[in-house]
Every structure is written in structure tokens, then in C-alpha cells.
């Protein structure tokens, strides 16, 4: 039994024709394996990556188009106040008592004219108009007025502005506008009730989503705001992306399980006008589907080739060994000792010659070498046709890999763009930065931008990467709209144009700056239903662009609209600010020079025996130099050492704290820095005070008039009205004299 098992293990691959079977399989499967293997590692990050990128694309869409509703929200609340009469109307409510008859009067003028707008109107379903301290003194909703809104959300976010809610619990938008008296004081508050219909269908849009894609809204206490198919509005969810969201308030991608304990690619961003997030998934078992396509192709190819490869082999091993079979065999029965056999010549051929080389050993030798050489030669060649059969399939795969790596690179220069939109906000740094990538990443010689001008009547050459595009930036190279060219064509009709062949397309106009371009593509910058400009590409080779080309660049181009948009909202909000700023510091200083013109002191001095008014400017070396450089002066030398410091409110220098120490103190960085708090607080607290006062004294004023005004109103009598008034003014600024002149006495006089 041993020697048998050994036996068994020589004769394992002993014979030509099984050596030669797995030789065939392994030629064939050892590099299909390797090929199939990388090129679905690709395919499956590309298509991670392609996920990502779409459901970002549908994020930003979706978080715009809220902005957009609440923008417009806030808009229309806005224009239902314009007016010189409303305005009026809705201060005399908020003014007024509310039993009065003015009162009243105002309360049906505005009804009427808010049903008006809600006539009008199909996003607002109700308002109402809240004093000071929340309560509803008007609505246009039955039995909502004597209502108080003071712990809502709504109502305490709208003390320092406009204001917009979205509430779950009432599936509405509330938007809220304050009411400022002259002192910008709040009167009370205007609000709209909105549907949330307009944002549930924004959400409920699957466009880009897949089968299993959705999005939705959730809020801080992760309460879902819009309708899902499995979950209703107010349930509160719970998933890794929805508290990453809600945690970081910004955006960002993950994969993770959701609230339904399914596997998925989440998206999410951050809308701070109404503090939620919006957040977009896509299972992962949809996502991976064409990854498993991909590795169902390669392991068909893969087995096809194996069975390929099994069929060839058997079939040429065959046709070798069978006749070397039967001549072995009759070799062996004359070696048994059957002499009288003779090899079987058969057909002329090699099989024949080696059969005669039995019958006639040392005549045929040469010639059964000869053809056997012959055999090897005529096999080589098959087996080079193989070979290059194989080396063509490698090829092939190779072209379909660099296709692969040319989408990765197209989906990194939509990346890299889109974190530069995200980092940089100066359109100067920005755009050029745009042309650059899409040349590097693309291979396209020449990429530009064009800007439409205010004037609405050229497009505007503002960046460009290539040499001529330099030089078309140096003399401000510009296009008519509608001008015979392919730019003006795209600025005008608002859709791209792919130029193939500039030699066949009749809207081609030559630049001389560009004389090598054989094909052109030019997508149009839009921010919603307006053209802004156009992205434009050349290529030195007709028929260059493909439709993934003309999809990633269209790509592009959103994001390079949005970028402009957001850099021209930046300059504007900075100017803005910066103007606010100035006018506030301006305010400050002339306050102050009000407030301290009107004092009889000019500041106090604190010392051993208490502290006294000072009546005359300080006058100190220190106080001098500080009030002349603004900033903090010490003096070491003197004979009481000193130091000053400007007491700064908002940047603007309304006081100076000096201090004097004993002959000899040198100064510490401890000491310093309490005393730069100290006249911190000073400023802080001066101002807080001089803040009380004022607005004592106005609260003074507006008790005294309201109470002459009341008294006044008491009689419709013409003369008991200005006695009334004047008694009333001399009660309360114990004036000795009073005169009222009417304006026909005055004239009769004259």
C-alpha cells in the first residue's frame, strides 16, 4: 500500500498533455485575476466618491432653496407693512389703548389690509401683531388675539431683529419683524404664520436620489421637521449622522446607520437662519449595486476565459498526444516481444515519419528530428497568437482603467474646487484658481471665465489660464450679448453650446489669441433663472469633449456660480458692517462729548484722604502723552512714577485712568494688566450708566406726554383742551408762563 500511494504521487502531472492544461489556465487566469481585482478597487472608490459628491450636490441645492423660502418669507412680510398708512396704523395699536377708539379704528384698517395680502398670498396662512410683552393684541385668526407668546422661541429670538421659526408641533414658519419706535426701541412685533407645504415638497424632491435616497430637516432636539415614509413629523430621531450634524452645526459626509438601522451614505449641512440641519442619505446596498455588477462582469470574463483556455488546451494536448499514444503502445507490445508488429505509417505526416523510424531507425533520423522541429516551430506560433490575443485583452483593460483614472481626476478637480469656494472668498484668488484646475485636470489648453457687467450688455473676460488668455485679460478682452460668437451665444440664451469642430460651427468666431482651438465648449454661470456669465473651454483636438466632460464641468459651473454669489454677498454684508461700525463709533464719540459737555466735573481724583470732583483738565505728563497717542503710556522717572490709560468704549477713547505711585515703584506686567481690566470695566460701566440714564429720562417724557395726551383727549372742547394743556405743561416743567397763540389771531393781529 505505500509504494502504491508514492506511485500515485509521481504520476500526478507526469504526462505533456495535464502540464500543459494548467499551463494554459494559468497564463490566462493569473492576470485576469490581477486586472479584475484592481479595476474593481477603483470602480468601487470612484463610485464612493460619485455618491458623495451627488448627494453634496443635493444638500446645497436643498439647503438653498430654503434660504430662498425664507428669504422670500421674510420678504413678503416685509411689503405687507409698507406703507406710510400702515406703518401708522400699526403704531397707533401698539401706541394706543388697546379699548380706545384710535385703537380700534387702527385694528380694522390692518385686518382688512393683512386679509388682502392673505388673499393674495399662497404661502401665509394667518397674522398677527404682538406689543412688547407677547401678547396678541390683532390677528387674523378667530380667538387667537389676548394670546402671549413671551416663552416662545419666535418671539424672544425676534428682540434683536427679524426672526424666523420653523415648529414642528404646528407643522408652520413663523416670521417675526419688530416694530422700532424713533429711539430703535421695540414696539412690538409683526408675524407671519407660513405653511410648511413649499418646504415638505422642497424635501420630499428626489431628484438625485436614487430609490432609496431621502432627505429631511431635523432640529437641535433632533425632532424631524418634514415628511418621511417612515416617520412622522415630530418623532425625534437618532442616528450617528443626524448628532454629528446637530453637535458640529456645519457640514460633512459619512456613512453610518440611520434612524431605521439601515446601512447608508449620509450627507448634512447646517441652516443656521432656522438653526437645523438638513441631511440627505442613500442606503449603501443601492450605492454598492454597481460595485457588485462590476464583479459579476469580471468573474464571468474570468470563468470564460478559464473554460476558454480548458477547451484550447484539450484540444491541441489532444492532438499531440493521441498519436504519441499509439506509437508508445505499439513500442511497447515489440518490446513484449511481439516482433512481428510494425509501427502503423497511417497518414504522411510528423506521426507517420517517428511510425517509420520504428520500421527504419537509422535511415529516417534526421528527417524524424527535422519534422519534429517543424512540430515545435508550427506550436511556438500558436502559442504567440495566444500570447497576443492575451496582451490585446490587457491592453483593452488598461484603456478602460485610464478612463477610470480620468473620472478620479475629474472628481478631484470638483473637489478641490469646491473646498477653495469654501476657504476663499475673493473672487481675484478664486476664479483663477478654477481655470487652472479645469486645464490641469482636464488637459484642455485654454480655460476662461466670463462675468456679465452691470450694465447687463458685455461679458467679461475675468480669468483665464493660458497665454492668449493673458493677453485677452491685458487689453480686457469683452463679448456683446448675442454677438456671433460661441460665449455671447451662451450669455444670451441662458444654454451651453459643445463645439466638436470650430471648422463646422457657423457661431465660431477665430480669436487670434487662441488660433490653435479645434473644439469648444461654453456652459452658462446662472444663480437661479439669471445669467451671471459663462465658463469657457478650448481644446487643440476636434471632438474632445465627452459627455462626462460637459456633465463634470456643468458641475463646475454650479459651483462656480455659487461661489460668485457668495463672494459678491460677502464684499457687500463687509461694506455694509464696516460702514455700521464707523457710524456707531461716530455715535459714541459724539454721546459722550454730549454727556461729558454737560457735566459741571470732569473726573474724579482718588487719594489718601478720600476722593473729590475734579472741576479743572487734568493736566499730567502721562494724561498728556496718553491722550495724544491713544494708548498706554508709563513713566518710570518721574519723581511719582505714573501711568495712564485710555478708557476705550468700542475703539473710541471717552476717559483716562491715571495712576501716581510712590517715589520709586517700578511698574509690574501684573500690575498693568489690573489696571487695563479696571478701565475696561470702567468703560463698560460708564456707558451701562449712561445708557439708564438716558433711557430713565425717556421713559420720563413718554409717561409725561402720555399723561398730557390722555387729559387732552378727555374733552372735545377747543378752549377746556388748551387749558387743560396748559396747566398740564406748567405742572410738569414748573414753568411760570405759558402762552398758546393761535395761527388766525396771529393774522388778524398783523
Known amino acids: 500500500m505505500p509504494d502504491q500511494k508514492i506511485a500515485t504521487k509521481t504520476k500526478r502531472f507526469s504526462s505533456i498533455r495535464e502540464r500543459l492544461i494548467v499551463a494554459f489556465i494559468l497564463v490566462i487566469l493569473i492576470p485576469m485575476l490581477l486586472v479584475s481585482t484592481v479595476w474593481a478597487i477603483a470602480a468601487s472608490q470612484n463610485i464612493r466618491s460619485q455618491l458623495t459628491s451627488q448627494l453634496q450636490t443635493v444638500t446645497n441645492y436643498k439647503k438653498t432653496a430654503i434660504q430662498d423660502l425664507l428669504a422670500g418669507l421674510q420678504s413678503q412680510l416685509r411689503n405687507s407693512i409698507q406703507g406710510e398708512e400702515i406703518v401708522k396704523q400699526i403704531n397707533i395699536l401698539l401706541v394706543e389703548p388697546i379699548q380706545s377708539d384710535d385703537s380700534q379704528k387702527a385694528s380694522l384698517y390692518i385686518k382688512s389690509h393683512f386679509r388682502l395680502f392673505l388673499a393674495e398670498s399662497q404661502q401665509f396662512i394667518s ?41 414642528s408641533f404646528t407643522q408652520t414658519i413663523f416670521v417675526t419683524i419688530p416694530i422700532k419706535d424713533q429711539e430703535n ?44 415614509p417612515n416617520a412622522k413629523i415630530g418623532d425625534t430621531l437618532e442616528s450617528p ?58 468573474f464571468g470574463v474570468a470563468l470564460a476565459a478559464i473554460s476558454l483556455a480548458i477547451l484550447v488546451s484539450l484540444r491541441v494536448t489532444r492532438a499531440i498526444s493521441r498519436p504519441i499514444n499509439d506509437l508508445a503502445e505499439t513500442a511497447t507490445r515489440i518490446a513484449d516481444g511481439h516482433l512481428e508488429l510494425e509501427a502503423n505509417v497511417g497518414k504522411i505526416d510528423e506521426i507517420a515519419r517517428l511510425a517509420g523510424a520504428f520500421n527504419n531507425m537509422t535511415s529516417q533520423l534526421r528527417q524524424t528530428l527535422e519534422s519534429l522541429e517543424l512540430r515545435v516551430k508550427e506550436r511556438t506560433t500558436d502559442l504567440e497568437q495566444r500570447t497576443q490575443e492575451l496582451e490585446n485583452r490587457s491592453a483593452e483593460l488598461a484603456e478602460a482603467n485610464a478612463q477610470v483614472q480620468r473620472r478620479v481626476l475629474q472628481m478631484e478637480a470638483i473637489s478641490r ?41 458685455f461679458a467679461v473676460l475675468s480669468a483665464a489660464n493660458s497665454e492668449g488668455g493673458q493677453k485677452m485679460l491685458d487689453r480686457e478682452h469683452k463679448l456683446k450679448i448675442g454677438q456671433t460668437s460661441i460665449v455671447g451665444d451662451v450669455v444670451s440664451t441662458g444654454k451651453s453650446r459643445v463645439v466638436l469642430d470650430t471648422e463646422k460651427d457657423p457661431v465660431f468666431s477665430h480669436n487670434p489669441d487662441l488660433p490653435n482651438t479645434r473644439a469648444e465648449m461654453a456652459l452658462p454661470l446662472r444663480i437661479g433663472d439669471r445669467i451671471i456669465g459663462a465658463l469657457d473651454v478650448q481644446s487643440t483636438e476636434a471632438g474632445a469633449f465627452t459627455e462626462q466632460d460637459t456633465e463634470v464641468l456643468s ?36 454721546t459722550w462729548a454730549k454727556t461729558i459737555e454737560d457735566q459741571e466735573v470732569s473726573g474724579y481724583k482718588f487719594g489718601i484722604t478720600g476722593h473729590r470732583p ?34 476705550k468704549l468700542r475703539g473710541q477713547t471717552i476717559g483716562i485712568l491715571n495712576v501716581r505711585a510712590p517715589e520709586g515703584h517700578t511698574w509690574k506686567q501684573n500690575e498693568i494688566n489690573i489696571l487695563r481690566s479696571v478701565a475696561e470695566r470702567v468703560a463698560v460701566s460708564s456707558e451701562n450708566a449712561r445708557l439708564f440714564e438716558e433711557t430713565t429720562r425717556r421713559a420720563e417724557r413718554e409717561r409725561t406726554v402720555a399723561s398730557i395726551t390722555t387729559k387732552i383727549r378727555s374733552t372735545n372742547d377747543p378752549e377746556e383742551m388748551l387749558t387743560i394743556a396748559i396747566n398740564e405743561i406748567k405742572s410738569a416743567l414748573n414753568a411760570r408762563e405759558i402762552h398758546i397763540k393761535k395761527a388766525e389771531t396771529a393774522r388778524d393781529e398783523n
Open 185 to 228: 426701541n421695540n414696539l412690538g412685533f409683526v408675524v407671519g404664520k407660513a405653511s410648511t407645504a413649499t418646504l415638505d415638497k422642497i424635501m420630499r424632491n428626489p431628484d438625485g436620489l436614487g430609490q432609496t435616497g431621502q432627505t429631511y430637516l431635523v432640529s437641535l432636539g433632533r425632532v424631524l421637521l418634514t415628511t418621511l
Open 241 to 298: 449622522g443626524i448628532i454629528t450634524a446637530l453637535d458640529g452645526q456645519s457640514s460633512g459626509a459619512d456613512s453610518y446607520d440611520d434612524f431605521r438601522g439601515k446601512a447608508v451614505f449620509g450627507v448634512y449641512d447646517w441652516i443656521p437662519e432656522i438653526r437645523v440641519a438638513v441631511i440627505a442619505e442613500q442606503e449603501q446596498a443601492e450605492a454598492s449595486a454597481p460595485i457588485y455588477g462590476i464583479l459579476f462582469i469580471n
Open 614 to 647: 475734579l472741576r479743572d483738565e487734568l493736566k499730567t505728563d502721562g494724561v498728556k502723552q496718553a491722550m495724544e497717542k491713544d494708548d498706554l503710556v508709563i513713566l518710570q522717572g518721574n519723581k511719582e512714577p505714573e501711568l495712564a490709560i485710555p478708557i
Open 555 to 590: 458641475t463646475l459651473a454650479d459651483q462656480v456660480s455659487i461661489a460668485i454669489q457668495n463672494s459678491r454677498l460677502f464684499e457687500s454684508t463687509q461694506k455694509s458692517l464696516s460702514e455700521i461700525s464707523t457710524i456707531y463709533r461716530q455715535t459714541i464719540k459724539e
Open 127 to 167: 397674522f398677527f401683531i404682538m406689543n412688547g410683552d407677547g401678547q396678541v393684541l390683532l390677528s387674523t385668526e378667530t380667538g387667537d388675539e389676548g394670546k402671549n407668546y413671551r416663552n416662545e422661541l419666535f418671539f424672544q429670538g425676534s428682540q434683536f431683529g427679524p426672526f424666523t421659526q420653523l415648529s
Open 417 to 457: 474646487v469646491a473646498k477653495s469656494i469654501a476657504s476663499v472668498q475673493n473672487l481675484q484668488e478664486l476664479l483663477p484658481f478654477v481655470t487652472k484646475v479645469i486645464s490641469e485636470q482636464f488637459g484642455f489648453y485654454h480655460a476662461g471665465i466670463f462675468l456679465i457687467d452691470s450694465a447687463n450688455e
